[in-house]
Every structure is written in structure tokens, then in C-alpha cells.
């Protein structure tokens, strides 16, 4: 079994990187210690990512392994990939790693050392990069870390990972650090204490502006991530309960929330519909009442939904009544009328 793992300063989780066969050119900048006993520049003024997920930076020349393995001679230490891709290793000789994800050459050193060693187990962590990294979080659909070869701006590190996916949200994140430069972008905040700029872009802006201002230039280590689509949740007398995503879309109407639910169900009291609202910096939801039914009539003017609302449909007991006295009633009325026509 081939235990796989990707480090980044001891503490820094693992990212998903692009997507096998995808080739990136090698930069010539001094690699970056990211060894988890020193205190290099990955650690420092900025929040660690700590979602895990694949090992699959894809290694180059200048980047330093740290192999942990059951054979001693290579165990517990560090390689550097020369210019040719290639890293010189007791037992094994020459191995080439250029091109290779850290996954792909684990699996490659675990063959080979399958002539030493029953069952072979291989780790790698690669303690320093051939060149500056950006970090993608989040929906991207290949995050990872990339290396930041040149100057490269936000378009097109995105057309680089694949853009986002279906379900993410339409507002990016990005996080720099102070030693960097603020951002260069009016919204952009900057925090003293954490030594950080952030700031928040909208990707239709990005799309339909030609050479936008949010298209800036990227620098070293800086974080940019994507959460998932912000979702309306709709609970009660409705024919699809659940969380419904609001795609590129800032608010939706309630009729269009309810025609996403399918329509009410048959016992729904229409009348006094509730919008649970979140209240900023509390725990605590706003009550909104609102008369559906004069909506659906052209009676009122619709009312948007926000993200993380919810919107609950009352049952109808008035309705209930009624519709239980009618399957009782309904099959003694005519003994009842014999009887009193006696």
C-alpha cells in the first residue's frame, strides 16, 4: 500500500494541483524554503489552507524532496531535482521526476524499491519550490498550487486551473500578503494585525468588462479562493424542500423560489409565507411575513430572497379541517338526510 502525502511547512494541508499531463514551464527564480523545521516565507503573514486533498503538484527541476521510506539509505532525506528532471538516488540510481506529480513519483520510487522491500512504503514532501507558488482554494476545478512564473494576472491563472466549477459561487477571493504591496483595487482591505490585503471580485465583472481593473497582477503566495454558490433554503408546503443555489444570480424573488420548489403543496397557507433573514454579527433570524398569495395574484410586488434565507410555507390547518370534516362527512350525509326526512 503507497501512503501519499504532500506538505507544505509541516502545518500547510495539501492542495490539488493540475490535472495530470498538464505541463507548466519551469521558472528560473531561487527555489522557496518550505522545510516545516525552518520559518520560511510560506508561513509567515498568512492563514494556512487546511483542506485535505490529492497529492498532485507536479515536480520540476530545483524542486528539494524529503523521501520517507523503509530503505535507510534514501530514508528521511532531501533531494534536489537537477536541470534534466532527474534526482540521483542510493539503491535506485537515476530517477527521473521532471513532469511527475509528487502522487506519480511516489508510486514510480514504490515500484522500484519493490526489489529491496516486501511492501514498499513511499511519502514525499516537497520542502522547497523551483519558483514563487500561488495557492487556488476551494471550487476551482483544479486547485492546487501553482508556480507564479513571471507576471501572470488573474485571468490567466484562471484560464490556468479551469476556471470554477458549476457550483461556485461567483465571487473570488483574494488574499496578499502586506510585504507584497496593498491590492491595487478600491474595495481592497487591508489588516494591520494579520499583515494581510483582501479583497472580494465578482467573476461577471471579470467576464464582461474588456481588460477589467480586477484583472490585476498576481504576486508570490498569494491565496485566491472560491466558495461554493450561496443557497436560499426552503422548508414547509412545498413540493421540493431543501437548499436551492442562486448560480450567478445576487437575490431571487420569491415566485421564483417556489416555482424552483415545484409549486405548493395542496395544504400550504399561501397567506402568511415566512422569510427567516440571518442578522449580521448574531445567531439570531428576522421574522418576515409576507402574503404569497396576493403576489401570485398581481396584487403585491415580489419580494427578493438573499443568500442564507429562509423561506418557510405554512400548513394550512383551516384547509385541513375542512378537507378531514369533508372525507368524514361526506360518506354519512345520506343517512343523515333519510333520518331527518323521517
Given at each position: 500500500?503507497?501512503?501519499?502525502?504532500?506538505?507544505?511547512?509541516?502545518?500547510?494541508?495539501?492542495?490539488?494541483?493540475?490535472?495530470?499531463?498538464?505541463?507548466?514551464?519551469f521558472g528560473q527564480n531561487p527555489p522557496l524554503?518550505?522545510?516545516p523545521n525552518q520559518a520560511g516565507p510560506i508561513?509567515?503573514?498568512?492563514?494556512?489552507?487546511?483542506?485535505?486533498i490529492r497529492p498532485n503538484y507536479q515536480l520540476?527541476?530545483?524542486?528539494?524532496?524529503?523521501?520517507?521510506?523503509?530503505?535507510?539509505?534514501?530514508?528521511?532525506?532531501?533531494?534536489?531535482?537537477?536541470?534534466?528532471?532527474?534526482?540521483?538516488?542510493?539503491?535506485?540510481?537515476?530517477?527521473?521526476?521532471?513532469?511527475?506529480?509528487?502522487?506519480?513519483?511516489?508510486?514510480?520510487?514504490?515500484?522500484?524499491?519493490?526489489?529491496?522491500?516486501?511492501?514498499?512504503?513511499?511519502?514525499?514532501?516537497?520542502?522547497?519550490?523551483?519558483?514563487?507558488?500561488?495557492?487556488?482554494?476551494?471550487?476551482?476545478?483544479?486547485?492546487?498550487?501553482?508556480?507564479?512564473?513571471?507576471?501572470?494576472?488573474?485571468?490567466?491563472?484562471?484560464?490556468?486551473?479551469?476556471?470554477?466549477?458549476?457550483?461556485?459561487?461567483?465571487?473570488?477571493?483574494?488574499?496578499?500578503?502586506?510585504?507584497?504591496?496593498?491590492?491595487?483595487?478600491?474595495?481592497?482591505?487591508?489588516?494591520?494585525?494579520?499583515?494581510?490585503?483582501?479583497?472580494?471580485?465578482?467573476?461577471?465583472?471579470?467576464?464582461?468588462?474588456?481588460?477589467?481593473?480586477?484583472?490585476?497582477?498576481?504576486?508570490?503566495?498569494?491565496?485566491?479562493?472560491?466558495?461554493?454558490?450561496?443557497?436560499?433554503?426552503?422548508?414547509?408546503?412545498?413540493?421540493?424542500?431543501?437548499?436551492?443555489?442562486?448560480?450567478?444570480?445576487?437575490?431571487?424573488?420569491?415566485?421564483?423560489?417556489?416555482?424552483?420548489?415545484?409549486?405548493?403543496?395542496?395544504?400550504?397557507?399561501?397567506?402568511?409565507?415566512?422569510?427567516?433573514?440571518?442578522?449580521?454579527?448574531?445567531?439570531?433570524?428576522?421574522?418576515?411575513?409576507?402574503?404569497?398569495?396576493?403576489?401570485?395574484?398581481?396584487?403585491?410586488?415580489?419580494?427578493?430572497?438573499?443568500?442564507?434565507?429562509?423561506?418557510?410555507?405554512?400548513?394550512?390547518?383551516?384547509?385541513?379541517?375542512?378537507?378531514?370534516?369533508?372525507?368524514?362527512?361526506?360518506?354519512?350525509?345520506?343517512?343523515?338526510?333519510?333520518?331527518?326526512?323521517?
Amino acid at each position: 500500500m503507497i501512503l501519499l502525502a504532500f506538505s507544505v511547512a509541516g502545518a500547510m494541508a495539501q492542495f490539488q494541483q493540475p490535472l495530470p499531463g498538464q505541463a507548466q514551464p519551469f521558472g528560473q527564480n531561487p527555489p522557496l524554503q518550505a522545510n516545516p523545521n525552518q520559518a520560511g516565507p510560506i508561513t509567515q503573514g498568512r492563514e494556512l489552507p487546511s483542506e485535505p486533498i490529492r497529492p498532485n503538484y507536479q515536480l520540476g527541476p530545483n524542486d528539494q524532496i524529503l523521501i520517507r521510506t523503509q530503505a535507510e539509505e534514501i530514508n528521511d532525506k532531501p533531494f534536489r531535482i537537477d536541470a534534466d528532471g532527474n534526482i540521483n538516488l542510493p539503491l535506485l540510481g537515476r530517477v527521473h521526476a521532471g513532469n511527475l506529480t509528487v502522487q506519480e513519483l511516489e508510486n514510480d520510487l514504490a515500484q522500484r524499491l519493490r526489489e529491496y522491500i516486501r511492501e514498499p512504503q513511499v511519502i514525499i514532501q516537497v520542502v522547497q519550490f523551483r519558483s514563487s507558488p500561488v495557492f487556488f482554494e476551494g471550487a476551482f476545478k483544479a486547485p492546487g498550487i501553482y508556480p507564479l512564473q513571471g507576471t501572470r494576472t488573474l485571468l490567466e491563472m484562471l484560464i490556468q486551473v479551469g476556471g470554477v466549477l458549476p457550483n461556485a459561487s461567483q465571487h473570488i477571493k483574494i488574499m496578499r500578503r502586506s510585504e507584497y504591496g496593498p491590492i491595487p483595487l478600491p474595495n481592497a482591505v487591508e489588516d494591520p494585525e494579520k499583515k494581510v490585503s483582501t479583497v472580494e471580485i465578482s467573476l461577471a465583472s471579470l467576464r464582461q468588462n474588456v481588460n477589467p481593473a480586477e484583472d490585476i497582477l498576481l504576486q508570490p503566495y498569494d491565496v485566491i479562493s472560491v466558495d461554493r454558490a450561496e443557497q436560499i433554503y426552503v422548508g414547509g408546503e412545498v413540493v421540493k424542500t431543501g437548499p436551492l443555489e442562486l448560480g450567478e444570480r445576487e437575490s431571487i424573488s420569491i415566485a421564483q423560489i417556489i416555482t424552483m420548489a415545484g409549486g405548493f403543496s395542496p395544504d400550504a397557507m399561501k397567506g402568511k409565507v415566512r422569510i427567516l433573514r440571518p442578522v449580521l454579527n448574531t445567531n439570531r433570524r428576522a421574522a418576515i411575513d409576507v402574503d404569497v398569495k396576493r403576489i401570485f395574484e398581481g396584487k403585491d410586488n415580489d419580494v427578493p430572497l438573499l443568500p442564507n434565507d429562509i423561506l418557510y410555507v405554512p400548513r394550512s390547518y383551516t384547509r385541513l379541517f375542512w378537507k378531514t370534516f369533508g372525507q368524514i362527512a361526506l360518506p354519512i350525509l345520506p343517512y343523515v338526510i333519510f333520518i331527518l326526512a323521517q
